[in-house]
């Protein structure tokens, strides 16, 4: 009987210095992760990087364009190098329907600027080339970062885009 009770003392210490063996590697992977996520380096808005800078061709005349870190904007630019025949709409911008949709984070844009690159809907791809108040609610894709010359570049009617990294 003796020897029983030595046996089931033992066991008993095994099993809670085991658990908290196990406790306390768990409590040390759940420290190193919190360690990692607190120095992943954060992006502040409007910064930009060489690798979300694009060019754009419109009529023989080359734009550089500044694309937000969004799953909209790696969706887009997985196509690149493409060249999209543009519509025409509102005399202020120029849109390609996509039959895929992107993910879109549709918000209140207020303020459209000439140059800005917006999602609509979650299929358009929208240019536009005049400042004016919207209702409308966009995903933002990016900018043109020098717009001047951009109308007359886009003209009347369709237009011809071609993107590319």
């Known amino acids: 009987m003796g020897k029983l009770w030595f046996i089931a003392a033992l066991v008993a210490v095994l099993c809670v210095s085991g658990c908290g063996a196990e406790s306390s590697r768990a409590e040390q992977k759940n420290a190193s992760a919190v360690a990692v996520k607190s120095?992943?380096?954060?992006?502040?808005?409007?910064?930009?990087t060489v690798a979300n800078h694009i060019k754009l061709n419109i009529s023989q005349q080359e734009y550089t364009a500044v694309?937000?870190?969004?799953?909209?904007?790696?969706?887009?630019?997985?196509?690149?190098?493409?060249?999209?025949?543009?519509?025409e709409l509102n005399g202020n911008e120029k849109y390609y329907q996509f039959t895929e949709g992107f993910p879109a984070n549709d918000e209140d844009i207020g303020q459209i600027h000439a140059g800005d690159i917006m999602l609509f809907a979650g299929h358009y791809v929208v240019i536009f080339y005049k400042d004016f108040l919207s209702q409308y609610r966009y995903t933002r894709l990016g900018h043109i970062e020098n717009p001047q010359g951009l109308a007359e570049s886009l003209g009347a009617g369709k237009a011809v885009v071609s993107f590319r990294k």
């Open 67 to 87: 694309l937000e870190d969004n799953p909209a904007t790696r969706q887009l630019m997985a196509k690149f190098p493409m060249t999209l025949e543009m519509e």
């Open 39 to 48: 120095i992943e380096p954060i992006e502040t808005k409007g910064e930009s």
